[in-house]
């Protein structure tokens, strides 16, 4: 069993940075492909970003591409998204999860844990 907890949520203006955390709690953190997916209002949840559990290999979705950098702390069983340059269009709850040896990232039916959620408000 894995319980996430995402934080680092809130409301910034357009260009403004924020540094969501997701924080692991049980065993083999290591072993997990980690994704971060988001869902805005009337929309279905999608992929953002996915770091692998093997070489930390990192995979996003075009849109924040060049924007938003995925990472892990293994030693922390934490997983991050540095989100750069947000536009409004970024607004939306976003939710960690957890693939135990996955390696379809951008799948969301594959993923075996789900935090949460936090909420990201971009104003223009």
């Known amino acids: 069993q894995v319980q996430l907890v995402e934080s680092g949520g809130g409301l910034v203006q357009a260009g403004d940075s924020l540094r969501l955390s997701c924080a692991a709690s049980g065993r083999d953190f290591s072993n997990y492909a980690m994704g971060w997916f988001r869902q805005a209002p009337g929309k279905e949840r999608e992929f953002v970003a996915a770091i692998s559990w093997a070489h930390s290999g990192t995979y996003y979705e075009d849109s924040v591409k060049g924007r938003f950098t995925i990472s892990r702390d293994n030693a922390k069983k934490t997983v991050y998204l540095q989100m750069n340059s947000l536009k409004p269009e970024d607004t939306a709850t976003y939710y960690c999860?957890?693939?135990?040896?996955?390696?379809?990232?951008?799948?969301?039916?594959?993923?075996?844990?789900w935090g949460q959620g936090t909420q990201v408000t971009v104003s223009s």
């Open positions: 999860a957890a693939d135990y040896w996955g390696t379809t990232y951008k799948i969301i039916g594959t993923y075996d844990y």
